[in-house]
């Protein structure tokens, strides 16, 4: 069955860096685009970023553009989000999720995982 | 990038009693080549990962019951519970996946009346 799992949460200060993970298996990972959705608290969804079956093509939210990083490792069946220059108001849960076949658009996240927390406080 | 507005922001329906979200998108999610809208709807509780009900705008996900539905085109969506149950109590979000930037609405808080 499609499994999804996050890890690399933790607290950390403004302005510093950290690497969230999210290992795949269940279902042919160099196929599908991946994202990742993040849930401050008290708040809504939002889309953070994506990244193409190949990884040759990413997209980022405005709120992220030029300090997250998304990547992926098709041997390890497993992707990336880099986070830096953290802000407080990065705080949220993150979640990994499942894409589209072979595109970054024209399919629904079907499958996801259960978060990580990202806490950025001093 | 397409933003996604939901109406209203919260909801009260008594038990059995109908429900109904509307979401709106600041441009057209219909993929003309395939005239599918590229809309889905999902349901948040809790300590649990969203979970996607509706895609393509009126399709449901294998396992969903039958009293979630959804309908549209173009910009303007909605979801209708048809009969509440306890366990419906959720927050609930449209997103749109036509751009690589799947946006979602702001979200609207379902609670029995």
């Known amino acids: 069955q499609v ?5 690399g949460g933790g607290v950390v200060q403004p302005g510093r860096s950290l690497r ?16 990742w959705v993040r849930q401050a608290p008290g708040e809504g969804l939002e889309w953070v970023a994506v990244i193409s ?9 405005d709120s992220v553009q030029g ?7 098709n041997s390890k069946n497993t992707f990336y989000l880099e986070m830096n220059s953290l802000r407080v108001e990065d705080t949220a849960l993150y979640y990994c999720a499942r894409g ?6 024209g399919e629904p996240n079907d499958y996801w995982g259960r978060g990580t927390l990202v806490t950025v406080s001093s | 990038d397409i933003v996604m507005t939901q109406s209203p922001d919260s909801l009260a329906v008594s038990l059995g009693e109908r429900a109904t979200i509307n979401c709106k998108s600041s441009q057209s999610v219909l993929y003309s ?3 599918k809208n590229y809309l889905a709807w999902y349901q948040k509780k809790p300590g649990q990962p969203p979970k996607l009900l509706i895609y393509s705008a009126s399709t449901r996900e294998s396992g969903v019951p039958d009293r979630f539905s959804g309908s549209g085109s173009g910009t303007d969506f909605t979801l209708t519970i048809s009969s509440l149950q306890a366990e419906d109590v959720a927050v609930y979000y449209c997103q749109q996946y ?14 029995i009346k």
């Open chain 1, 67 to 73: 300090r997250f990083i998304i990547s992926r490792d």
């Open chain 1, 100 to 105: 589209a076949v072979g595109a970054t658009g």
């Open chain 1, 20 to 35: 969230l993970s999210c290992a795949a298996s269940g279902f042919t990972f160099n196929s599908y685009s991946m994202h």
């Open chain 1, 53 to 61: 079956y190949d990884g040759d093509n990413a997209f980022y939210a």
């Open chain 2, 33 to 35: 080549s395939n005239s």
């Open chain 2, 98 to 111: 036509y751009s690589s930037l799947h946006s979602f609405g702001q979200g609207t808080r379902l609670e």
């Open chain 1, 3 to 7: 499994q999804l799992v996050e890890s």
